[in-house]
């Protein structure tokens, strides 16, 4: 079983800034890539930021510049730096990974977490 935990959503004032983490635990031989995708009410759920084991990111273009993803290939865990927060960000932010389920990544399996809130209010 593999478990991706987030924390740090919360609320936080337009212009300000807020930081996710994400640790997956479990039976991992290794994490292909993960990232972070995020869901408004009434919307679909949209990609944020993507990092590869690599280090190659790619990030969604209402989120460019503002927002900076980065990993810690040791922790099996991922960042998101929000800044500049616009309430048009605020959404459930859901983790993601690609996990490797052999040792040559062959097999690859999507995981998510359980999301967490982020709210950018007045």
């Known amino acids: 079983q593999v478990q991706l935990v987030e924390s740090g959503g919360g609320l936080v004032q337009p212009g300000g800034s807020l930081r996710l983490s994400c640790a997956a635990s479990?039976?991992?031989?290794?994490?292909?890539?993960m990232g972070w995708y995020r869901q408004a009410p009434g919307k679909q759920r949209e990609l944020v930021a993507g990092?590869?084991?690599?280090?190659?990111?790619n990030y969604g273009e209402s989120v460019l510049g503002r927002f900076t993803i980065s990993r810690d290939n040791a922790k099996n865990a991922v960042y998101l730096q929000m800044n500049s927060l616009k309430p048009e960000d605020s959404a459930v932010y859901y983790c993601?990974?690609?996990?490797?389920?052999?040792?040559?990544?062959?097999?690859?399996?999507?995981?998510w977490g359980q999301g967490t809130q982020v709210t950018v209010s007045s």
């Open positions: 990092v590869t084991s690599g280090g190659s990111t």
């Open positions: 479990g039976s991992i031989f290794s994490i292909y890539a």
């Open positions: 993601n990974g690609a996990i490797c389920l052999d040792s040559v990544c062959h097999y690859k399996r999507d995981y």
